[in-house]
């Protein structure tokens, strides 16, 4: 299962990423974080339902810091998990 998450709020400079890759990593999910341009927190992850709806948990949460003020998401399809390995941070400059 794939799914693609929009973090909206105060979620950039905050360790939100961090956060968001040491959440995942332990729940063993495959996929990528990074900032958008707008200001939001992007979020592609693969695994089971269970770990994702888990991490949907944590990034409701947010790191200390932070304020998460909408969570929006979707499903992928399946095979764009073909391209997925370690949960990793995208363009961390």
Same mark, same amino acid.
């Given at each position: 299962m794939v799914?693609?998450?929009l973090i909206q709020g105060r979620v950039q400079g905050v360790g939100f990423r961090w956060f968001v890759?040491?959440?995942a990593s332990e729940l063993s999910?495959?996929?990528?974080?990074r900032n958008t341009?707008?200001?939001d927190v992007e979020v592609v992850a693969s695994g089971s339902l269970?770990? +994702?709806n888990e991490l949907r948990a944590s990034l409701r949460k947010?790191? /200390?810091g932070s304020r998460v003020d909408r969570v929006m998401e979707h499903? +992928?399809?399946d095979e764009?998990?073909?391209?997925?390995?370690?949960? /990793?941070?995208e363009g961390a400059w």
């Open positions: 799914l693609h998450f890759q040491r959440e999910l495959c996929g990528w974080v341009e707008d200001g269970e770990d +994702l947010g790191p /200390r499903y +992928l399809k764009e998990a073909a391209a997925l390995d370690a949960f /990793r941070i």
